[in-house]
């Protein structure tokens, strides 16, 4: 068993709403050094495998296909 962590976030110069929402929260609750927030996702994959080859090679095909949209997101996965 092969367990991994994706992080999917926007790419640099995509605007981010949700993140610019979380900034004003923090500064509403007095955390006035917050200087910047970009907001992603995380999923945690086990890929039924002990081959690590592959498991790179499935991960990031799962990454292209499935969980990040590429054209305006930007992956990365460990394997543990």
């Known amino acids: 068993m092969i367990k991994a962590r994706v992080t999917v976030t926007l ?3 995509v605007l981010d709403p ?4 979380i900034e004003g929260a923090l500064h509403a609750l007095e955390f006035p050094e917050v200087a910047k927030v970009r907001q992603g996702k995380v999923f945690d994959v ?3 495998t002990k081959d690590r ?3 790179e090679a499935d991960l990031k095909a799962i ?6 949209n590429t054209v305006i997101e930007d992956y990365a996965f460990e394997i543990e």
């Open 63 to 68: 990454c292209e296909k499935l969980l990040a």
């Open 53 to 55: 080859k592959k498991a």
């Open 11 to 13: 790419k640099n110069g």
């Open 46 to 48: 086990e890929l039924d």
């Open 18 to 21: 949700q993140g610019k929402a």
